[in-house]
T-cell receptor
């Protein structure tokens, strides 16, 4: 299976703390994306990092990519209750226009 | 102003029935997709259409038949529904090729087969 793995499966933190989730994948990629899914909603694109990039920032989000280890991490700084959601990584490992999603990390941020 | 919309949001039906889910995008995108998300939140692509042409068909039972009347619409028809078809089905779209494949998802249709 080309499916990526994410860890932890679930993460529970307090507001203001940082949240880090990791994604590992199996084959070479051109880019990796992170998506957020709020309960009962569709996925929302957060950030994309290309294979020739090592780190990318967007607001409170910081994504790193290590292609030698086939892994990526998503850091959410100063978390808020509104960040409570499931977070998925997705790679283009499936081929053009065929994203392969990870298993997801469920983040719970308590006030 | 919804970018990718799906109807219905919820669908409860009996085994053996035939049902359809509709999807529309107003983003001007060329490519549309159907995904299935199971109870463990595992998201897997089912089909992809580019300008009304099928380009991805992922070992989905032939009871599932996508139809794209135009590039803004991609409907999913399911025949002879089975218990295992219960899931949330997401439609998505992405811009014309030439760049990274960022996808825009609809709100999902929760299908429950009794």
């Amino acid at each position: 299976s080309q499916q990526g793995e994410e860890d932890p499966q679930a993460l529970s933190i307090q507001e203001g703390e940082n949240a880090t989730m990791n994604c590992s994948y199996k084959t070479s990629i051109n880019n990796l994306q992170w998506y957020r899914q709020n309960s009962g909603r569709g996925l929302v694109h957060l950030i994309l990092i290309r294979s020739n990039e090592r780190e990318k920032h967007s607001g409170r989000l910081r994504v790193t990519l290590d292609t030698s280890k086939k892994s990526s991490s998503l850091l959410i700084t100063a978390s808020r209750a509104a960040d409570t959601a499931s977070y998925f990584c997705a790679t283009d490992a499936g081929g053009f226009q065929k994203l392969v999603f990870g298993t997801g990390t469920r983040l719970l941020v308590s006030p | 102003d919804t970018a990718v919309s799906q109807t219905p949001k919820y669908l409860v039906t009996q085994m053996g029935n035939d049902k359809s889910i509709k999807c529309e995008q107003n983003l001007g995108h060329d490519t549309m997709y159907w995904y299935k998300q199971d109870s463990k939140k595992f998201l897997k692509i089912m089909f992809s259409y580019n300008n009304k042409e099928l380009i991805i068909n992922e070992t989905v039972p032939n009871r599932f038949s996508p139809k794209s009347p135009d590039k803004a619409h991609l409907n999913l028809h399911i025949n002879s529904l089975e218990l295992g078809d219960s899931a949330v089905y997401f439609c998505a779209s992405s811009p014309p090729s030439g760049g990274p494949d960022t996808q825009y998802f609809g709100p999902g249709t929760r299908l429950t087969v009794l």
